[in-house]
T-cell receptor, first 109, second 116 residues
Framework: GQNIDQPTEMTATEGAIVQINCTYQ??????LFWYQQHAGEAPTFLSY??LDGLEEKGRFSSFLSRSKGYSYLLLKELQMKDSASYLC??????????WGAGTKLIIKP | EAGVVQSPRYKIIEKKQPVAFWCNPI?????LYWYLQNLGQGPELLIR????????DSQLPKDRFSAERLKGVDSTLKIQPAELGDSAVYLC??????????????FGPGTRLLVL
């Protein structure tokens, strides 16, 4: 079966760095997405990785290792507004998007 | 450019009653998705449209759920009759709709349904 695992909840301090991990087992692989979802709001696109390595976009970076079935989202200089759920999603061989359950990130002052 | 529009934002109904949700995708987006999201979970695909054709409805509970996208633009998702377990957020998303390619999906704000 297809499976995506990410931690249920993480806590970090304002100004610090946090890494949210995602491991996946899917039927084929055509890329991995990270979405941010604030409580009561729609998921919004953060990043897309299809090749191995690190993609940096401002305070947020996303890493992919296809051989390990592993990705992480790195958030630097955390701000209170970064408190949200972070969803990992993988596009399989049929171009279907398989979603993880999301990681709830709590930022403390 | 306007994003994905959904209405209503909130809906409270009694069980066994019907309910309908409406979605207008981003202009020019041919692919439209309806998802169900429970608290603390990721979105679960209900149905995917390519223009007016439902190309993936394998996860849609067809005994009570129906959807349509008659002119290939906006779409309606209906539940009749609603059950207590249908309480969730119903998300609509759209993407450009290029065949056999990876596409970013853009989501609407969702409809939060509570069945009493």
């Amino acid at each position: 079966g297809q499976n995506i695992d990410q931690p249920t909840e993480m806590t970090a301090t304002e100004g610090a760095i946090v890494q949210i991990n995602c491991t996946y087992q899917t039927s084929g692989f055509n890329g991995l997405f990270w979405y941010q979802q604030h409580a009561g709001e729609a998921p919004t696109f953060l990043s897309y990785n299809v090749l191995d390595g690190l993609e940096e976009k401002g305070r947020f970076s996303s890493f992919l290792s296809r051989s390990k079935g592993y990705s992480y989202l790195l958030l630097k200089e955390l701000q209170m507004k970064d408190s949200a759920s972070y969803l990992c999603a993988v596009t399989d061989s049929n171009y279907q998007l398989i979603w993880g359950a999301g990681t709830k990130l709590i930022i403390k002052p | 450019e306007a994003g994905v529009v959904q209405s209503p934002r909130y809906k409270i109904i009694e069980k066994k009653q019907p309910v309908a949700f409406w979605c207008n995708p981003i202009s020019g987006h041919n692919t439209l998705y309806w998802y169900l999201q429970n608290l603390g979970q990721g979105p679960e695909l209900l149905i995917r449209y390519e223009n007016e054709e439902a190309v993936d409805d394998s996860q849609l509970p067809k005994d009570r759920f129906s959807a349509e996208r008659l002119k290939g633009v906006d779409s309606t998702l209906k539940i009749q009759p609603a059950e207590l377990g249908d309480s969730a957020v119903y998300l609509c998303a759209s993407s450009l709709g290029r065949e056999a390619s990876v596409e970013t999906q853009y989501f609407g704000p969702g409809t939060r349904l509570l069945v009493l």
